[in-house]
Each structure stands twice: as structure tokens, then as C-alpha cells.
């Protein structure tokens, strides 16, 4: 059981979140429980889908930006965020299981994308402090410098919703995926 408490439905949330809710259920035709625990907050859950939404609109694909999640999951230990981004991974950016896998351990099946993650993991693992051959390595897949700051973006956001559920032990409302182990 969640150590926050989640709104049981979008009723329950409070009254500047319930449009917001509506709108995740509209596009996801559910409201998984990461998004009725940030509706405690209004303003961060906003914030969330603010950010998230600009990100949507950004030059990497949806694919790769699974992948970062998933990396960044495995990476920060997050159970709930690995359940989730296996989930949406797998049916809606139909990536496989080895590349589920790959994504897990900070790589790519990819040659392109494998550079993203692998600089997204540094980024994360060394909590920003990546060196000038993990940034040459990445512009040299093709990565221009707006792409690298959306995947610092990804690595940020995903790290609010690993820490958030970490905080929180939020009910998986997903097939549960676990990490093998938080660094």
C-alpha cells in the first residue's frame, strides 16, 4: 500500500487537478496511479504534464524516449517506473524484449539510440557529470545540442517520477516489472 495517499478517483483529487486527471484519462483511457498521487499536488502534477507535454513535442522519438525511462528506471531502482515503461515500451512503442532488456542495462540495440541511453545512463548515474568524451560520443551518433538538453530533460523528469514512487511505494498499476538492483 502506497505511503501517500492516492486519490481513489478523479472525484477524489483535489478540484484544480480534476481536469488535468480528465485529460490522462482521454489520452491513456485510464489514470494510472502516478498520476492520481501527483494530483495531490496541483501544481506539481502541471508541472509534470507541462514539461512532459513540451518533451512530446521534442525531436526524439517516442522509442527513444522509452528507452531513456527505462534505462533511468533500471538505473534509480524504481519498480513502479520500470513496470510502467515495460508496459508502454512493449505495446505502444513496440520496442522487443531484448531491446526492453537492453534498455534496462544503459544500452540500445540500436546504433543510434544505443548512444542516447548510454549517455542518458551516464548523465544519470553520474548525476550530470558526464565527461567530454560521453558528450563527443553522443554528437557523434548524430545528436545535435537541442537533443542533448531533451535528453537531460527525459533523465530530470524521469528521475521526479522514480523518486516520487520511490517516496511514495506507489501501487503498480502495470504487470510488475522489478529492478535487479537500485545503485
Known amino acids: 500500500m502506497s505511503r501517500l495517499p492516492i486519490p481513489a478517483t478523479i472525484a477524489d483529487a483535489p478540484e484544480p ?13 485510464t489514470v494510472p496511479n502516478l498520476f492520481r498521487l ?5 501544481a506539481a502534477l502541471e508541472g509534470y504534464l507541462g514539461v512532459a ?7 526524439l522519438p517516442a522509442a527513444t524516449r522509452e528507452r531513456i525511462a527505462l534505462a533511468v528506471a ?16 512493449k505495446n505502444l512503442a513496440k520496442l ?3 531491446e526492453i532488456a537492453a534498455n534496462r542495462s544503459g544500452r540500445s540495440n540500436d546504433p543510434k539510440a544505443d548512444a542516447a541511453v548510454r549517455f542518458a545512463a551516464k548523465v544519470t548515474s553520474q548525476r550530470g ?11 557523434l551518433a548524430g545528436y545535435d545540442d537541442a537533443q542533448i538538453v531533451e535528453i537531460v530533460q527525459h ?14 511505494e506507489t501501487d503498480i498499476d502495470f504487470p510488475v516489472v522489478n529492478a535487479r538492483a537500485a545503485a
Open 96 to 98: 522487443d524484449d531484448a
Open 155 to 168: 533523465v530530470a523528469l524521469n528521475v521526479w517520477t522514480n523518486y516520487l514512487n520511490i517516496v511514495a
Open 129 to 139: 557529470r558526464v565527461s567530454e568524451d560521453d558528450l563527443r560520443a553522443v554528437r
Open 74 to 89: 533500471e538505473i534509480n531502482g524504481c519498480d513502479y517506473c520500470l513496470s510502467a515503461h515495460s508496459y508502454i515500451g
Open 53 to 59: 507535454g513540451a518533451l512530446s513535442k521534442g525531436s
Open 38 to 42: 501527483a494530483s495531490t499536488s496541483p
Open 17 to 29: 487537478s480534476r481536469p488535468l486527471l480528465e485529460s490522462v484519462k482521454k489520452q491513456f483511457g
